[in-house]
C-alpha cells in the first residue's frame, strides 16, 4: 500500500481567512513532504520534516506554517494568503529523508487551492 | 544550469503502440537516482519507475522501461503498448548523492496524448 491521503481536494479562502491542509500516510514513512505546484510546472518543495522535526525550509513564507503532530500526520497551515498563492499543494512521503538515493517518494492526490 | 531537461514539451502516440519519453541530467556526483512520475489531469504524481546510478541493468516496471544510457546522462522513458489511461503529464526528476537530503529535482515535464 503506497497511499498518501490529503484533505480537503479543494479550497477556496479569501486573503483573511485561516485554513489548514491536511496529509496522512500509515506507510510508516519517517519523511514528510509538502509541495507547489503551478499550472504547467514541475512541483516545488516547501518543507521536509524527518522523524517528526523540520529539516528543510526552502525558504517559505510564514504565512505558510507546517506542523508534524506524529509520524503520520503533516498540516500545513495557511494564514494571510496571496491570489499568488494559489496552486495544487502536494503532499509526499518516503521512508527516510537522510538515506539512499533509491528512497522512492509517494506521493497523495493534492488539495487545489484558490485565493480570492 | 538546468539538471534536469525534457526536451519535448508535448507528445502523442497512437494507442497500443510504444513511445519515448526524453530525460536529460547533469551531476558531478557519481551517486545519483532518478525517477519517472506520470501526473494525470486530477494533480496525484504517481512514482512509475526508479533507475540508480550504479544500476547495471534498465529498470523495468511491467509497460515502463527506462533506457538508461550513463554516458549520455539520458534516461528516457519508454511506454509500451500506450492506453488511452497513459495521457498525463510525465516528469523526469532526479537525487543526487548518499547521506543527503531527498530533494527531488524535476525537469519541466512532457505532456503525452494517446489518440485512439
Known amino acids: 500500500d503506497t497511499e498518501v491521503t490529503q484533505t480537503p481536494k479543494h479550497l477556496v479562502m479569501g486573503m483573511t481567512n485561516k485554513k489548514s491542509l491536511k496529509c496522512e500516510q500509515h506507510?510508516?514513512?519517517?519523511?514528510m513532504y509538502w509541495y507547489k505546484q503551478k499550472a504547467k510546472k514541475p512541483p516545488e518543495l516547501m518543507f521536509v520534516y524527518s522523524y517528526e522535526k523540520l529539516s528543510i525550509n526552502e525558504s517559505v513564507p510564514s504565512r505558510f506554517s507546517p506542523e508534524c503532530p506524529n509520524s503520520s500526520l503533516l498540516n500545513l497551515h495557511l494564514h494571510a494568503l496571496q491570489p499568488e498563492d494559489s496552486a495544487l499543494y502536494l503532499c509526499?512521503?518516503?521512508?527516510?529523508?537522510?538515506?539512499?538515493?533509491?528512497?522512492?517518494?509517494?506521493f497523495g492526490p493534492g488539495t487545489r487551492l484558490t485565493v480570492l | 544550469a538546468q539538471k534536469i531537461t525534457q526536451t519535448q514539451p508535448g507528445m502523442f502516440v497512437q494507442e497500443k503502440e510504444a513511445v519515448t519519453l526524453d530525460c536529460t541530467y547533469d551531476t558531478s556526483d557519481p551517486s545519483y537516482g532518478l525517477f519517472w512520475y506520470k501526473q494525470p489531469s486530477s494533480g496525484e504524481m504517481i512514482f512509475l519507475i526508479y533507475q540508480g546510478s550504479y544500476d547495471q541493468q534498465n529498470a523495468t516496471e511491467g509497460r515502463y522501461s527506462l533506457n538508461f544510457q550513463k554516458a549520455r546522462k539520458s534516461a528516457n522513458l519508454v511506454i509500451s503498448a500506450s492506453q488511452l489511461g497513459d495521457s498525463a503529464m510525465y516528469f523526469c526528476?532526479?537525487?543526487?548523492?548518499?547521506?543527503?537530503?531527498?530533494?527531488?529535482?524535476f525537469g519541466a515535464g512532457t505532456r503525452l496524448a494517446v489518440h485512439p
Open positions: 526528476a532526479m537525487r543526487e548523492g548518499r547521506g543527503g537530503y531527498n530533494k527531488l529535482i
Open positions: 506507510m510508516g514513512h519517517r519523511a
Open positions: 509526499a512521503s518516503s521512508p527516510r529523508m537522510v538515506s539512499g538515493i533509491e528512497d522512492t517518494q509517494y
